[in-house]
């Protein structure tokens, strides 16, 4: 069994800063590509940005790319979401996630791709 535990949302104003951070259980942390997505309210979860197993490639959504970096510490069993210039419509509960398949990056930013959530983290952001 895998948790994740997100932490480091909160209310900050446009063009503002937040770092997210996502910390795993188990041993096989270093196995798998992680990712973030985000949900707000009314709409479903969308992908944000990923992360290979190593932390070589990285993939992000049009609409944060340029403004976010996301990033992995695998010693530390964490992988991480800098967020910055954000926008009102970044606004959302952000969601780490772990993608199924060990040793691959296929399908990466597809939602049903990945088998283990944390519980998530508001962010809101204010104009």
């Known amino acids: 069994q895998v948790q994740l535990v997100e932490s480091g949302g909160g209310l900050v104003q446009a063009g503002g800063s937040l770092r997210l951070s996502c910390a795993a259980s188990?041993?096989?942390?270093?196995?798998?590509?992680m990712g973030w997505f985000r949900q707000a309210p009314g709409k479903e979860r969308e992908f944000v940005a990923a992360?290979?197993?190593?932390?070589?490639?990285?993939y992000y959504a049009d609409s944060v790319k340029g403004r976010f970096t996301i990033s992995r510490d695998n010693a530390k069993n964490t992988v991480y979401l800098q967020m910055d210039s954000l926008k009102p419509e970044d606004t959302a509960v952000y969601y780490c996630?772990?993608?199924?398949?060990?040793?691959?990056?296929?399908?990466?930013?597809?939602?049903?791709?990945?088998?283990?959530w944390g519980q998530g983290t508001q962010v809101t952001v204010s104009s």
């Open positions: 996630g772990r993608f199924r398949k060990p040793s691959s990056t296929v399908g990466v930013t597809t939602r049903d791709e990945y088998d283990y």
């Open positions: 188990g041993r096989t942390f270093s196995s798998y590509a």
């Open positions: 992360i290979s197993r190593g932390g070589g490639t990285t």
